[in-house]
């Protein structure tokens, strides 16, 4: 039986590759940042079926210390740093705490793997917004980067010393440069989910608007299902590697509001307000990549299309709200 260690294991992407490496039958471990809601901290694992099932360990991405304990104990065969404080928009509030967490916190999980688990393999969550201000579109693996948030200045941080662990101490450790990838259990300050949960309250009479920033931003957005796939073929490869992991397909945040109104047959522009409130310092108007090497050296193509992921989210938060109400 293999053992995988997951960072984030709460959050969307590592409740999603638990379940994954389970159905594969791994020995699935997560990180627990220890918090005072340990009630509702396994939700999106409940959500899934599968609390219950990860053997969840004390430790934090800040704290060298507890991650060399959990290496020991552990000794998994792989893996994922997915943990991160992940919001854009927050970094600019919490900056120096987002470079502690989402960049030191992969320095440390690297030093952690290096020091007591080297043989293990390596996937560190890179992401789409390193390439912020776009050089060139489609974005692939040799398209510079140009980060436009703290959030991304540390991502890229990240990305580079995942890069350089494994060009300096042959660690097989790989970087997956994910584009936006959502699902019923995205983070509700994110807009995919923001819009869903909306509509959701709009339809049932419990809400009468929603307020977002720019919507004229563009994401190439996939589901999350499809995207932890891709992490694990990374890790199955016999060289180490950087992949960009994407649709290929880039929709406007207007127009992935149109699609989730009308899948309840709605008419958008008539709940939709826009508020500086929801503008950022800086912004990242068009992602929109090529994964032409995951499609080849991996064998990896998304599954799930864009209209048939925001039904399914819509669906969802239709249901939670209606259960809540009941
Ligand atoms: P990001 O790409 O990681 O920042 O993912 P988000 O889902 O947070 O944002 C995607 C895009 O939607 C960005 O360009 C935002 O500026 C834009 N956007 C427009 N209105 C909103 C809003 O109300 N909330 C969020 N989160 N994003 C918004």
Not at 105 to 130: D, H, W
Not at 139 to 161: C, D, G, I, M
Not at 216 to 227: F, K
Request: charged share 20%.
């Amino acid at each position: 039986m293999k053992r995988a260690l997951i960072t984030g294991v709460t959050g969307q992407d590592g409740a999603y590759l638990a379940k994954f490496l389970l159905a594969k039958n791994y020995e699935v471990f997560g990180l627990l940042r220890r918090s005072g809601s340990a009630d509702i901290i396994d939700e999106r694992l409940r959500w899934l079926g599968i609390a219950g099932q990860v053997g969840m360990l004390d430790g934090n991405l800040t704290d060298l210390s507890s991650l060399i304990r959990i290496m020991q104990e552990v000794k998994p065969d792989e893996v994922y740093n997915l943990g991160a404080q992940s919001f854009v928009k927050s970094s600019w509030n919490q900056p120096i705490l987002t470079g502690m967490v989402t960049g030191m916190g992969t320095t440390n999980m690297l030093e952690a793997v290096r020091i007591a688990a080297p043989k293990a393999r390596f996937y560190q969550a890179s992401s789409s917004e390193m390439y912020g201000l776009i050089q060139q579109s489609p974005q692939n693996e040799s398209t510079p980067f140009y980060p436009r948030s703290p959030y991304a200045v540390s991502k890229l941080y990240a990305h580079w010393t995942t890069v350089n662990y494994r060009e300096s101490f042959g660690l097989h450790a790989s970087s997956g440069i994910l584009f936006n990838h959502e699902s019923p259990l995205r983070g509700i300050e994110f807009v995919t989910r923001k819009v869903t949960d909306a509509v959701a309250r709009i339809k049932l009479g419990l809400t009468q608007e929603l307020e977002l920033g720019n919507l004229d931003a563009q994401r190439d957005w996939g589901h999350a299902s499809d995207y932890v796939r891709a992490m694990w073929l990374m890790l199955q490869q016999e060289t180490p590697g950087d992949y960009v992991v994407a649709t290929g397909r880039t929709t406007s945040v207007r127009d992935m509001c149109r699609i989730a109104f009308a899948h309840v047959g709605l008419d958008w522009q008539k709940f939709v307000k826009t508020s500086q409130a929801f503008l950022r310092p800086a912004e990242v108007d068009l992602l929109l990549g090529d994964a032409s090497k995951a499609r080849t050296v991996l064998g990896w193509q998304p599954q799930i299309p864009l209209e048939a992921m925001i039904a399914e989210m819509v669906d969802a938060d239709l249901e939670r709200h209606r259960k809540r109400s009941a």
